[in-house]
Structures are given as C-alpha cells and as structure tokens.
C-alpha cells in the first residue's frame, strides 16, 4: 500500500490559528517569542509543525531532531523505502533480528485484528496490490478468482513472531502498516516536543494531535472536511491532549467505479458503509487504527468493541447523503 494518505483534516489558519507555544503563560510565551514551522513528507503524507521558539537556532535544532525521528520510523515501517525492515519483510517473508518497537506495534496489531474481529488487519497488503495492479491497466471488474485466492493470504494469526524473528506462515503474505504507523509517528513526534519543554503543541504526521491550547487560551481546533465537497468544512473539533484521525474512501481511488483503498479484509471489496470516519483519542495511534477499523464495521459491531479502547473518547460518522452521527465514549 503505498498512497499518499487522504487529507480529511483541516489544520490551516483560519480554523487552528497556526500556533504550538513554549512553556507555561501563553500569553507570556508569544510576546517572546517568534512562530517558526516545519512542512514536509513523513510516511508518504504532507505534514506539519508549528511552534513559538526564542530563536530561529532553537526553532531548526528542534526540527532537526524531528526529521532524524522521521527517519528512524520510515527505516522501520515505511512501504517507500525498500530497505526498510517492513519492506525487507515483505520481500523475503521473514524478518531476523527486528527492531523492538518493530515487533512491539505488530504484536499490538494482531491484538487489533482480534478485537475488531478481522475488520483491522495489516495482512490486507496483497489485496490492496491486487486492486492498484488490475485498476491501472484495466477499467474491468476484478476477477473474483484473483480476489478469492488473495483473500487466503489475508489473516493476522498467519503472522509469527518473537524478539528474534518475524514470519509470514504462506508465501506472498504482506503486510501494511498505513493503519498505524502515522498515528504512531504523530506520537513520537508529540513526545520529543514535550520531552523538549513544549507544554502547547499541534503536530501533524498524516494524523493530528493537539496539546496544551492555542495561544488565544482556547483549546486547539481542526475541521473535518466534507466526503461530498472537499473545500468545506462540516465539523469543527476540539482537541486537548487528544488525537484525531480520519479515513475516507474518496481519497485514494482505485477506479471511477467506486473501488478505493479503504478495502474490507474478509470480503476483499471497498467498504461502502459511511462515506467518512473520524475518530478522537487520548494517542494518535489508537485514533489512526480505530478510523480505519471503524470505517469497515457496522454501527452494533462498533458498539460491541468500543469499551475495549478507554483511550477512545468520541467518533464522528459521515454518511453519503451528508448526515453527520456522533458517539462519544
């Protein structure tokens, strides 16, 4: 899988106010202080930070650390770059000596497979490749004796792994780790601006994490941008040490037909349930894995799991005709 990640979250000026602040007294922090930003790619999406530092030194010496941050996770679970370790993974269907954290996100991944009963399942890789081969050199329906013989690749419990190896249990198994590795990066990249003294931040990595509050002493806003006309804004949301993450199928279309990315993992097809997803957590990743698994789930089996995740605090649910459902936690 490797699309650039669907931009369904607003974070320009006119609904955040562009503002990450230094330290306590917000008011203090502006007036002595000057706005610097970051723009650039982490994980094949557009990404951004913006903060108040005392001095453009400052400013570049935290944004350096950032992008070496940005480095390391791509090495590890970046579809990009072909000698990352998931790349490496996916080209031999075993992995010696994995990075920990490489084994850590994975095995919290099978967990999610388990929980969400299959409808989050980073084996989906195969498929999504059946989709993006067939769709760019033909505008015909995809056989369903391809699509069946993918689906047997499709399962988490066919992924074995320990501190020491990593294994696929069937030849051309693959996985993608795009359900994640965004919110997992926005994570890391939270917490070396905190870790740098940075109390009131907004960091976005493909998703979206509000720290702290906007200088104005309000709490940090994004808009949800609508699934039937792209330039408007339907939601705003409020985020206070909280993530936000949005899937919807209209941003990586396979064909005009209808067939995007967002694919079910039992029935191999787009999933055609709500036209968009947000999801609003305590982590980025929890908000990344649960807009994915969500958009593929019917509301009684959202409802089933959704005491499962205390990190989970609020969902939004666009259907096609425009309406909006909220449920909070």
């Known amino acids: ?40 790619v982490a994980m094949g999406a557009s990404a951004q930070i913006s903060l108040y530092a005392h001095s453009e030194t400052q400013a570049n ?20 770059k072909p ?18 954290e490489f084994v850590e996100l994975l095995s919290r991944c099978k967990s999610y497979a388990q929980i969400t009963k299959g409808a989050f399942d980073v084996t989906i890789q195969p498929l999504w490749k059946l989709y993006e081969n067939h769709f760019a050199n033909s505008s015909a329906e995809l056989p369903m004796q391809a699509l069946n013989d993918t689906l047997e690749l499709i399962g988490s419990d066919g992924i074995q792994l ?43 990595m493909g998703e979206t994490y509000g720290f702290g509050q906007h200088d104005d002493g309000r709490q940090w806003r994004v808009g949800i941008l609508s699934p039937q006309n792209r330039g ?40 055609n349930v709500y036209a968009s997803v947000s999801v609003v957590a305590e982590d980025a990743l929890t908000a990344d894995m649960l807009s994915t698994a969500f958009y ?3 509301m009684d089996q959202i409802e089933a799991i959704w005491n499962k995740f205390p990190q989970l605090k609020k969902a939004i649910f666009i259907d096609f005709n425009g309406d909006i459902i909220e449920k909070q936690a």
């Open 1 to 40: 899988m490797k699309p650039t990640r669907r931009r369904f979250i607003c974070i320009s000026a006119s609904v955040i106010g562009v503002g990450i602040l230094h330290a306590s007294g917000v008011q203090a922090a502006v007036q002595s202080s000057k706005l610097y930003e970051w723009h650039g």
């Open 61 to 80: 010496n935290l944004f350096q650390k950032c992008e070496n941050e940005i480095t390391r996770v791509e090495n590890l679970f970046s579809l990009f």
């Open 83 to 100: 000698n990352s370790q998931i790349s490496q993974l996916n080209a031999n269907g075993e992995l010696p000596n994995p990075n920990f």
């Open 162 to 204: 320990n501190a020491n190896k990593i294994l696929f249990s069937k030849p051309k198994m693959a996985i993608s780790l795009n359900g994640v590795a965004q919110g997992y990066l926005t994570d890391k990249i939270t917490n070396i601006l905190q870790q740098a003294g940075f109390e009131n931040m907004l960091v976005h």
């Open 232 to 271: 408007e804004i339907v939601k705003q949301v409020e985020l206070k040490n909280q993530a936000i993450a949005t899937s919807g199928g209209y941003g990586s279309p396979f064909s005009k037909g209808g067939h995007h990315h967002l694919l079910n993992p039992k029935t191999g097809l787009s999933a």
């Open 296 to 298: 593929i789930m019917q």
